[in-house]
């Protein structure tokens, strides 16, 4: 089993910043991809970003590139997902989730087994 609790969500303005992190615990974390969803009312759970764990290697959605940062501190077993110049579109329940390393680079929810309890971010005009 994999545990994940994501902190750091809140409320900001527009062109403001945010981190999010994501505890994990459980298994051997090397052995996972970590991803960052989201999911905003009405809509579909959308792929943010993903690192994997072994290798460092990011991939993010085209709508975040070059605005949002994901990382992973080894130490603390901890993921994070920096996000800046924030857009009113960018409000959703974010959600941190791991897959097996297999599926490093994926953006599919389905290869995503584990997943974190949410944390809202809302970014007003």
């Known amino acids: 089993q994999v545990q994940l609790v994501e902190s750091g969500g809140g409320t900001v303005q527009a062109g403001g910043s945010l981190r999010l992190s994501c505890a994990v615990s459980?298994?051997?974390?090397?052995?996972?991809?970590m991803g960052w969803f989201r999911q905003a009312p009405g809509k579909e759970r959308e792929f943010v970003a993903n690192?994997?764990?072994?290798?460092?290697?990011?991939y993010y959605a085209d709508s975040v590139k070059g605005r949002f940062t994901i990382s992973k501190d080894n130490a603390r077993n901890t993921v994070y997902l920096q996000m800046n110049n924030l857009k009113p579109e960018d409000t959703a329940v974010y959600y941190c989730?791991?897959?097996?390393?297999?599926?490093?680079?994926?953006?599919?929810?389905?290869?995503?087994?584990?997943w974190g309890q949410g944390t809202q971010v809302t970014v007003s005009s």
């Open positions: 989730a791991a897959a097996p390393e297999v599926y490093g680079g994926s953006s599919e929810a389905e290869h995503y087994n584990y």
């Open positions: 459980g298994r051997t974390v090397v052995r996972y991809a």
């Open positions: 690192i994997r764990w072994r290798s460092g290697s990011t």
